[in-house]
Structure formats: C-alpha cells, structure tokens
C-alpha cells in the first residue's frame, strides 16, 4: 500500500477543468480568434496517462540520431497561463505564466517562447525535441493552435494496467487522483472523455499509439513513429534500451530493456481487489480491449 502524501486534491475541481476545457477549446472557439500560431516543427509532444508507455516512447525516438529527449518539461502551463479563448481567459492555476497577464501574448508568441525555451535545453541543435510530459493531454486543441506544426503523440494503455501500475507507485509529486481505487477511477474516465473530444474537434492531430501494439511489434510502430515526425529510419531506434541518457520517471530501469510482455494482462492477477476501480471505468475496459483484440497478448489468470 502505498503511503498517502500529505498533499490536497479536489476532485470537483479537477472534475470542473476537464469540463471547461471541453467547453472552451473545440473548433468553434477557436475559429474565433482568427489567430495563428508559431510554425516550427520542432516541438514533439508525447502525451496521455502517467504510466501509458509515453517513457519508452521516449526512449525510442530519442534513440534517433536527430531527436532530443527533453523529458517531463512544465513550460507548456507557463505558455498557455492566461491565454484567450474566444473572449475568455483561461486561467489553469497556481503556477507562474510566461506572459504577464496584462500583456495578453498572441498564439504566435506563446509558441515562440515555447520553442525557444524548448531549443536552450537541447546540447545541440535537432530536428525534433520531445517533451514527454504526460499531462499535456489537458493541452491538446490549445497545443495545436500555438504550435499548429507540432507533432503530438498520444499514448495509450489498457485502462486497468495503467491505473495499477499508477496506483502502485509513490510518484515524487502529484497525482493525488492516483491513491484512491475509485477517485483513480473517475479521474481515468475524465481523462478518457477529454481524448474523445480532441478527436472530435480536431481530428487528424494527434498520432496514436498503444503500448500493446509496441509489444507486440516493436520495429513496425517504431518505424511508423519516426515517418511520423518526418525523419529517415535509423535502425539504433531498435537499440533503445542501450542509448545512454538519463530518464527521471519511475520507469527508467525498465527502459533500459529490450521490450517484455510481462506488463502486459499483469492486472488479470489482482481483479478481485480492484472492485471500485473497475466499477468506475465501466465499458471503457471493454471498448479499449476490443481495440487490442486482434493481438496475440499474454494471458495472465
């Protein structure tokens, strides 16, 4: 059992920001602003779940010889804090914008400052950076709109595997969501409806990948990724786990491995104990598992 921290979380404000940015970000809105964004195709974002793969995918891309891994990077908060939609500023909270709010910065200077600051933390120049911040997922339709030649990655993983695997490990800050089987639970749904309406609205902007499928055939998603962001195949993307780089996420000695199936269907195992968090996620268990069904996976009883 994991040891709670002495943080706060509120659910019914988490609840309220995934519904305004439903509300507020979509086509519509967006389309009012008559504003462009900063065209640079540097920008790589892997996003989605904590847990869901995003730190493999790192190591995968980042193996390439034209692409820096950045890791877990905050600046797209500070970018967006204040930024207007239609008329309304969206205010994501306590944390420290890169704009001063009367200023009210363009799209297009909100994209600038990002690749900028994105471009000093490589040790040299690349053709793509990637920030893996998974929580960038709140992010995707006002990601698209400052940075409209971004590439953006979203990662998935069976539902149930991910929430264990988030309930079991003390991450070093935040993810409050992730102490509780049925706030877990909630909070995946939320998360689950907000990717369902980025496609919706802005469909064709997100490349999507499940972690099975990397599992299952590894050279073919990484080959797909790297077309992907534009790039020629380099064959050290299938050498990941020997590129020496560090990585500060919970999965960094996993990895440093050439791919297993021993994450995969490890759930199956603790079902029994999983009551408020299956009853939670409902039929997104079974929508996500008829996506994977034709793979041959692990069984695990």
Known sequence: MKKRRQESYNEQTSARMFALMKQLVNRETLAKTEQKGYEDETPVFILGMPRSGTSLMEQIL??????????????????????????????????????????????????KWYVDTLKRLAPKPYKRIVDKMPGNFNFVGLIHAILPKARIIHSRRHP??????CYRILFSEGQIWSYHLAELGRYYRRYWDLMQHWRTEFPGVMYEVRYEDIVADVEGQARRLIAYLGLEWNDSCLEFYN?????????????????YTS??????????????????????VDQYEAEIAHLSLPSKT
Not at 160 to 165: D, G, N, P
Not at 267 to 280: C, G, N, S
Request: hydrophobic share 35%; aromatic share 8%.
């Open 243 to 259: 590129t020496d780089r560090p990585v500060k996420t919970a999965s960094a000695s996993q990895v440093k491995k050439p791919i």
């Open 160 to 165: 149930v595997e991910t929430c264990l695997s």
């Open 263 to 284: 994450s995969v269907n490890r759930w199956r195992k603790y079902e029994k104990y999983l009551t408020p968090l299956l009853e939670e996620l409902g039929d997104i």
């Open 62 to 111: 980042s193996s390439h010889p034209d692409i820096y891994g950045a890791g877990e990077l905050k600046y797209m908060s500070a970018a967006l804090e204040n930024i207007e939609i239609a008329g309304r500023r969206i205010r994501l909270g306590d944390i420290e914008g890169a704009f001063a709010y009367d200023l009210n910065a363009s799209y297009a200077q909100r994209g």
